[in-house]
């Protein structure tokens, strides 16, 4: 058996067992948080191709082909070579940023090279994929002070120590105007306009500049300089990456195979990718109580993605926890809380996500809201007027969008609670409700009762104040 082998049978038979146990998650988190660091070049081709095209969108041009190209640079005594681009372009990380750099973690425990491209000099053009407007270019000190952050936030999750870096400002700087035009001159017009993102703004009169247009280009002859076997890729740089491969068809060289991620969903259950500008983030230098509590806020239904995206579980363990949650076995907030602890676990070790989850129970355990502390105020008189959805957003922080509270809606989890002498009484939302004025819908659902209002969407709550 590998050594990957007897770790999955060692946390199936936790995952078997009481889940609501401390003990039981600890004994976990220590097994499941150790195969960060797990040797896995004792897995056959085919399985390491395998374990990597089970945490991506698409493997092109197949999985079977990169397990052949697997086992032929291991026969000739190496692994493979892999790259990924980073265009150092802001500050903040959060999890969603450390999707690649966890499967580049397990391309190097698989044996295999990283080299990792400071996009420096395409920086200063800015990769236009899923955007509405041009970027803004960065200067050098931009880039080398986001860099310099991007490294420190990431770090938990990737070993920058065995890696080699390389500035695409090497050769793309020395490029020359005349060797440009006969590249050019080799690519068609219309498979750069091929992408949907630049369809759109052309289709909507926005801008769309020359060098928007070549970025694709200049991250193609990234590959051709380094002569890659696999290039990795968000799922929306997939036209960049296949540009990759048409490049170094036309330089004669063996096309890199295509790795693509998915991107990941923000906590709020929007549907919107993760991102700081929507507040649906986990920043990653976050205090431990703070991630531990924000991922425990995240619908339900995201505990499958953000299982594969950012713990070291294998599939079949996933679907052993989701089964155990579907017949009711495990309760989904027992589930949740392992979640947070392996992400607490990564960035801050075992004993920090123990106390990160004893914190949690404590708080959220009580009997009362009146016993939680600094809850925010909806006071009626201020925002009765407003809609539901639009407190939510305003007070809660919670939702963009009046579609994000209709879902939330949709899930029961919208809801009304009144505490009074007799203990606490629920009232369920409809979907309808939510974009209803706050004080129609209090008026309605709360006549008659006395005791403090509440106003609970997910595990965020509010105190209504003035009905």
């Known amino acids: 058996m590998t050594r990957l082998g007897e770790s999955v049978a060692r946390a199936t038979t936790l995952l078997s067992t009481d889940l609501s146990s401390d003990d039981t998650v600890k004994e976990l988190l220590k097994e499941t948080g150790a195969r960060r660091y797990l040797d896995l070049t004792d897995l056959p081709a085919k399985e390491q191709a395998e374990l990597i095209a089970a945490r991506t969108v698409e493997v092109l041009p197949g999985v079977e082909k990169l397990a052949e190209r697997i086992e032929e640079r291991r026969t000739a005594g190496r692994g493979l070579h892999i790259k990924l681009g980073i265009d150092p372009t802001a500050t903040d990380v959060h999890l969603g940023h450390a999707v690649p750099l966890i499967i580049l973690s397990r391309f190097q425990r698989l044996g295999h090279d990283v080299t990792l491209i400071i996009g420096d000099f395409t920086a200063k053009i800015g990769d236009p994929s899923g955007r509405t407007a041009e970027r803004p270019p960065l200067t050098d000190a931009d880039i080398a002070h986001n860099l310099a952050t991007y490294r420190e936030q990431v770090r938990p999750f ?10 695409n400002s090497e050769w793309l700087a020395p490029y020359t105007f005349p060797e440009l035009l006969a590249l050019l001159a080799q690519v068609p017009a219309s498979q750069l306009l091929q992408r949907e993102d630049f369809r759109n703004r052309l289709a909507a009169g926005s801008g769309l500049t020359m060098t928007e247009l070549l970025y694709p280009i200049a991250q193609g002859l990234d590959s051709v300089a380094l002569e890659c076997d696999v290039e990795l890729g968000g799922s929306d ?7 990759g491969r048409k490049l170094m ?27 700081k500008s929507k507040g649906n983030y986990v920043g990653l230098s976050a205090p431990a109580d703070d991630v531990f509590g924000k991922i425990m806020s995240v619908p339900d239904r995201l505990m499958e993605p953000y299982l594969k995206a950012w713990t070291e579980w294998t599939d ?26 392996e992400v607490v676990t990564a960035l801050y070790g075992l004993d920090a996500a123990m106390a990160a989850r004893a914190g949690f129970v404590a708080q959220f355990s009580k009997k009362s809201f009146a016993d939680v502390e600094s809850l925010p105020l909806v006071d009626v008189a201020e925002h009765g007027a407003s809609t539901v959805a639009a407190v939510l957003t305003t007070v809660l922080k919670f939702t963009p969008s009046a579609s994000a509270a209709r879902r939330l809606a949709k899930q029961n989890a919208l809801r009304l609670v009144v505490e009074g002498e007799d203990g606490q009484s629920t009232v369920v939302l409809a979907e309808a409700d939510s974009v209803r004025p706050l004080s129609e819908v209090l008026t309605e659902k709360l006549s008659g009762t006395e005791g403090t209002a509440y106003l609970k969407a997910g595990r965020k709550l509010a105190q209504i104040a003035g009905r």
């Not at 740089?237 to 540009?243: A, F, I, K, R, V």
């Open 158 to 167: 990737f070993d920058f120590e065995k890696v080699s870096f390389r500035q």
């Open 237 to 243: 740089q997939l036209l960049n990456l296949q540009m």
């Open 249 to 275: 068809e036309l330089r004669g060289q063996r096309p890199q195979l295509v790795v693509t991620m998915p991107l990941i969903e923000g906590t709020d259950g929007t549907g919107a990718k993760m991102s």
């Open 316 to 341: 079949a363990e996933i679907a052993l926890v989701l089964n155990r949650v579907a017949d009711r076995s495990l309760h989904p907030m027992d589930l949740k809380k392992i979640l947070a602890g």
